[in-house]
Structures are given as structure tokens and as C-alpha cells.
């Protein structure tokens, strides 16, 4: 991309257009200087209380990418990977988790999103609805692209068509089943994509918030409700947004228990922003 | 008080009539000039000699809170507290001073000794500090207390109830001066340092301290691309078989051919014949199927001339009889006489023959 990045600038600039220039410059900027950042915190690894800070510059600097530029999955991954060498645990799953969000199927991603859960401090849970651990991810969602998604469709269509012509041309005796075959592996993409656009859906319709910080899940919302569940909510929590009122959220638990937290106990969710215009293959 | 005034003028004056006896009828105008000039002279010394707390009789100086201050002025004597640092953590040291001005005694002023005040040693610790003895003729005089906070609630220096005694015509009357309270902030008490701790190694899956190498995007196909790929069947099937039509005229002719039951499985057979170890045999033996499929002819007629007379039988044309009864005939030909070569020649004659027969392409 950087190659990319400087020809294009250097293009904007030599046809006397500065405003292109710039525009094209800030995020090359911003990459650089956060690469930087983190190169210093990586080189002072030995040392967490040095590294941290280091590594929050560049995590900050991936978040301004992040709501400003292209969202790529290996932004997102740079970004939640920041968040976690900076001891950021809630940042860094928000961060993998925007990245899945829009690229579900990114493998990267959702091994990094799997490790960084793997530091939160999941309580065991008493009855299965107080389940605070996440789901794992839809199968299909998880591991087909839209790519995958049209490469089937057209190999299934490559048959149908071969199938079809020689039935209304030679009557080939395999051609019939040949387009059976097509057909039928179409049927198939269509209902994995039928499949794939409704988890989609599910997943918008309840957002999922991180907790920033350990909190009590309550029935009410205010701290005069008793607690839902007896162990408080751990820090880096996964939970879906329900509603809100008053300052406080109303969530569900991945066991399906609902109950209510304070509404700064929750990191602020990534402003949406249209399908990216740019696909990156995994 | 006035005895101490009294006390006072005894000490400070010689009395002139006491050192001029009187000398006859002149004496009293050149005595008063005298008297006058002595007066002077005598009083002079009076004016310069400092006050000093031995003035006072012993049962004046036992006064609460007096630490030995007197005053000739009418402004009497000032004190006044300042600290410094005005904010401290607890436990930290901040330097206190009292002021006194206007004092007629500096050099004798007594030091308040702060540890007797249960203002200040409920607030602070006190701690030992010595100042230089105030001149004589020093406009004011200074002490320093050294004070440590006990807690974070010490809001301020308690005021100073400071005694002294002016002189109100010949007497020593009491007065008290106040040092106003000052306001101090007091934190919470400073960290201590602790021992540097050695550094702890950052935690992380080893693959987290490397940044993503950023990948070429592409367009995104969006949730309805695999829409495209099949939007082109209709498309690629119409184009396939108007091209293969255009190519292939013959092919066009057989395939509306195999719309017939009896030449679709005909033609079938002759496929499958091709390859068959007997082409001729196969080749015969689909036709001969053929005719009895298409012409009804017995299935029974299996020579040349069994076959043509079956066909008269059902009354087929003459001429497609002694086609067929031809081709047999070169079919028992090739078989019986070993010429093997000639079965891919003898299955496409009967494609032919059937092709024409049928009609197609006329």
C-alpha cells in the first residue's frame, strides 16, 4: 500500500492539486508514525511499564485510521494488536471486533480475537444463561467470503451452462446430470448466502459492546437493583446491547441472560460506517 | 502599672532640685533657668534608654502569653505568622515564622515556645530551629518554627495570642496582638520511593509484536456478487448453442433426430458401437433394431434376406429395403471376412442411412 500511497501523492502533487496531496499524505503519515511507535515499543519489550506507552501511541494513532480511512482487516488486526501490547484488553477485543464485523471471515483476525480473549477473566458460570463467555462465531460466516461465495457460484455455473448447451445441442448423456450438479451447487451458494446475509443481520440488530471495566450486572438500571449474577461482569466482556435508558445499557449475556450496566462501564461503540468499498482477500 | 511607671522615672532621671539648694532673693530666675537646662541635660539620656522588661514588676511578666514585648509607640506591637511552603504533604516540613514589629525590646523578646500550645501540637509536630538574637535597635524581630503536618486535615496555622505592655502615661498597661491564622494545604503524604522494581517483560503471543503487512485491496463483491456468475447462464447457454448451430449443421440434423424414440436409441447403439470389439456386428445389430423399432419389421429377421423380406412384409419401400439388406450384407462382409477396419466406416454409413430415412435437413 505504501508504494501505492507515494505514487499516488507524488502524482496529486506534481499535477498541482495539494488538497489530494495532503489527503493522500495524512494516512501515510499516520502509517508511518505509528509503525514507528510500535517498532519503539516492540524494542522495549523487556520492560512492559516502557513498551505501554509506546505501544498506546500507536494503538491511538490505529484507532484515527480506523474512523478516518479505509478499514482493512490488517488495519484492524495492527490496531486491536496495539490495544493489547498496551495493556488496552477491552480496546484490542472492540478492535478485532470491528474488523470481524466487517470481514467475518478473516482467519488472522479471528485467531488474534480468540488469544485476546483468552486474558479476560471469564467467571464460571453457575447456570447456563449466565454465561458470560462468547459464543464462538457462525461456521459459514466465519469461514466464507463473498469471494468464496462467487467463486462457487460461477464454478456451479460453469456447470449448469456446459450442462445445459449440450443437452440443447449434442444430448450427451452426461449433460443432464452435469446441469443437475450446477444447479443444485447453486442452490447450495444460495442458501449459504441466504444463510451468511441473516447471521449478518442478527449481528447488527444487537450490537455487541465490550465492558472497559469490571461491572456488576444488575436487573434494573440503577445501583439500588440487586445483581443479576453473583460475579461481577469481568473487564474485555462481550456482551449485546438490548436498549438503553438513563445512563445505563440493558444487555445480553452470550448464555441469554439479560440484565442492565452503566452505560460508562461500556466502551462507546465504532461509528458505523457503509460496506467498505474495498475488499481485501484474506 | 504605675508603680512600675514610678519605677521607671526613678531609674531614668535625677531630680535637679535635689543637686540646687536655693540662693537667696536672685536665685529664684537664674535658679529656673538652671533648673530648666539641668532638666534637660538631665532628661536626655531618659529619652534614648530602651525599655526593658525589668521595668515590669515580676508579677507582670507571669502574664499568659507574654513573651517580654513592650511598646512606647501608639501603634503598640504587631505579629503576624508566615509560612512557607504554604503547601505540604504530610509528613513533610514547612518553615514557620513569626514576626514582631514594633517592639521596643527586641533584643529581649522571649521565644513562644509552641509545644506548650495545644493548637499546634494537636496540628503539627514541632521541630527544633534556632534563630539569631534580634539588635537592640532592630525594627523587628523573627523566630522560625520548624512544623510537619500530622494528617491531610490540617487546614491552617492556628492564630497567635501575643501580650506586650505599652506604656499609657506612666504606666505599663497589658495589650494583646493576635498572629492571624494562615491557611496551609496539606496532601496526601508523598510516595515513598520505593526500590525500583525489576522490569517485567511485556506478556503477549509472540505474533501480536508484528504489524500486519497491509494486503492490496480488491473490489468487494458485496453480499449479492454471486448473483453475477449465474445472471450469465441464460446468457453463455443461448450464445453456446447458437454458435455450436452455426458450426456444426449435421450435429443440428442428428440432435432433431434423436427427438425420434427409434433413431434416438439407434444412433445410441451406433455410438456405443464405435468402440465396441465388433463394430460391423454392433453396428448391424443396432439397425437391424432400428427397423424393427421404426418399421415394425419382425425381430426375428436377422439375415440379409430375412431382413428385406420382413420389410416387404410391413410394405417399407423398396429401395430403403435394399438399402438395408446393402448395408447387412456389408456388415456380414466385414465380420466374416476379418476386415475389422471397416466398423467405424460401417457405423457412420448407418448413421447415414437412418439420417436419411428420417428426413432430416430436407
Avoid at chain 1, 24 to 44: Q, S, T, W
Avoid at chain 1, 118 to 132: G, H
Wanted: glycine share 6%; with cysteine; charged share 25%.
Amino acid at each position: 500500500m505504501t508504494p501505492t500511497l507515494l505514487a499516488a501523492a507524488a502524482l496529486a502533487g506534481l499535477v498541482g492539486r495539494p488538497a489530494v496531496f495532503l489527503a493522500e499524505l495524512k494516512p501515510l503519515k499516520l502509517d508511518l508514525i505509528a509503525a514507528n511507535d510500535f517498532r519503539l515499543g516492540v524494542e522495549a519489550r523487556s520492560d512492559a511499564a516502557s513498551a505501554r506507552p509506546h505501544f498506546a501511541d500507536a494503538a491511538s494513532r490505529f484507532d484515527r485510521r480506523w474512523s478516518a480511512d479505509v478499514r482493512t482487516p490488517s488495519l484492524a488486526l495492527n490496531c486491536g494488536r496495539a490495544h493489547f501490547l498496551a495493556g488496552q484488553l477491552p480496546q484490542a477485543i472492540r478492535a478485532f471486533r470491528d474488523g470481524l464485523d466487517l470481514f467475518p471471515w478473516d482467519a488472522d483476525l479471528q485467531r488474534s480475537l480468540a488469544r485476546a480473549r483468552a486474558a479476560v477473566a471469564y467467571p464460571t458460570e453457575v447456570k447456563p444463561d449466565e454465561r458470560v463467555r462468547p459464543d464462538p462465531p457462525p461456521w459459514l460466516r466465519s469461514h466464507v467470503s463473498p469471494w468464496d461465495l462467487v467463486l462457487a457460484a460461477s464454478a456451479c455455473s460453469l456447470l449448469l451452462i456446459v450442462g445445459l448447451a449440450r443437452r440443447l445441442t449434442a444430448r450427451d448423456d452426461w449433460s443432464a446430470p452435469l446441469a443437475a450438479v450446477g444447479l443444485l451447487g447453486l442452490l447450495l451458494v444460495a442458501a449459504v448466502a441466504v444463510q451468511i446475509d441473516a447471521a449478518a443481520r442478527a449481528d447488527r440488530a444487537k450490537p455487541v459492546l465490550v465492558l472497559a471495566a469490571d461491572e456488576v450486572l444488575r436487573t434494573g438500571n440503577g445501583t439500588a437493583f440487586p445483581a443479576r449474577i453473583d460475579a461481577p461482569l469481568p473487564r474485555g466482556a462481550e456482551v449485546r446491547e438490548l436498549a438503553r435508558r438513563g445512563g445505563w445499557v440493558q444487555v445480553e449475556l452470550p448464555g441469554g441472560a439479560v440484565g442492565w450496566v452503566r452505560e460508562s462501564a461500556v466502551l462507546p461503540a465504532t461509528p458505523e460506517r457503509i460496506n467498505p468499498l474495498l475488499y481485501v482477500r484474506g | 502599672m504605675s508603680r512600675t511607671g514610678s519605677r521607671t522615672r526613678r531609674a531614668g532621671g535625677v531630680s535637679p532640685l535635689s543637686v540646687f539648694p536655693a540662693q537667696g532673693a536672685d536665685a529664684p530666675r537664674s535658679g529656673l533657668i538652671l533648673l530648666l537646662l539641668l532638666t534637660a541635660i538631665s532628661s536626655a539620656p531618659a529619652q534614648d534608654r530602651r525599655p526593658s522588661v525589668d521595668d515590669l514588676p515580676p508579677i507582670e511578666r507571669q502574664a499568659n502569653d507574654f513573651y517580654n514585648a513592650l511598646a512606647t509607640g501608639p501603634r503598640g506591637v504587631e505579629v503576624a505568622w508566615s509560612v512557607d511552603p504554604p503547601t505540604v504533604p504530610v509528613n513533610g516540613e514547612l518553615t514557620l515564622t513569626l514576626t514582631v514589629r514594633h517592639a521596643a525590646n527586641p533584643h529581649e523578646l522571649a521565644r513562644p515556645d509552641l509545644r506548650k500550645l495545644a493548637a499546634f501540637t494537636k496540628r503539627f509536630q514541632i521541630l527544633d530551629r534556632t534563630d539569631p538574637p534580634a539588635a537592640p535597635d532592630a525594627a523587628e524581630a523573627r523566630f522560625t518554627y520548624g512544623l510537619r503536618p500530622r494528617s491531610a486535615d490540617v487546614k491552617d496555622i492556628p492564630p497567635l495570642k501575643y501580650v506586650y505592655f505599652r506604656k499609657v502615661g506612666d504606666d505599663w498597661r497589658p495589650f494583646t496582638a493576635y498572629a492571624a491564622s494562615v491557611p496551609v494545604t496539606v496532601t496526601a503524604a508523598a510516595a515513598k520511593p520505593t526500590p525500583a522494581a525489576p522490569p517485567v517483560p511485556l506478556d503477549a503471543p509472540e505474533e501480536f509484536f508484528t504489524l500486519a503487512e497491509e494486503r492490496e485491496p480488491t473490489a468487494n463483491p458485496g453480499r449479492f456478487g454471486w448473483l453475477l456468475p449465474v445472471a450469465a447462464v441464460p446468457v453463455a447457454v443461448v450464445v453456446w448453442v447458437t454458435v455450436w448451430r452455426w458450426l456444426f449443421p449435421d450435429a443440428v440434423r442428428l440432435a432433431r433426430l434423436r427427438r425420434n424414440r427409434a433413431a434416438r436409441l439407434a444412433l445410441d447403439r451406433l455410438k456405443k458401437a464405435r468402440a465396441a470389439a465388433d463394430p460391423a456386428g454392433a453396428a448391424a445389430a443396432a439397425f437391424r433394431g432400428y427397423l424393427a423399432a421404426r418399421f415394425g419389421m419382425s425381430p426375428a429377421a436377422q439375415t440379409p434376406a430375412e431382413v428385406v423380406a420382413a420389410l416387404a412384409a410391413v410394405e417399407c419401400p423398396a429401395d430403403r429395403a435394399a438399402d438395408a439388406e446393402a448395408f447387412l450384407r456389408a456388415c456380414d462382409a466385414a465380420r466374416f471376412t476379418g476386415a475389422t477396419g471397416d466398423g467405424p466406416a460401417l457405423v457412420l454409413e448407418a448413421e447415414s442411412l437412418i439420417v436419411a430415412w428420417e428426413g432430416v435437413g430436407e
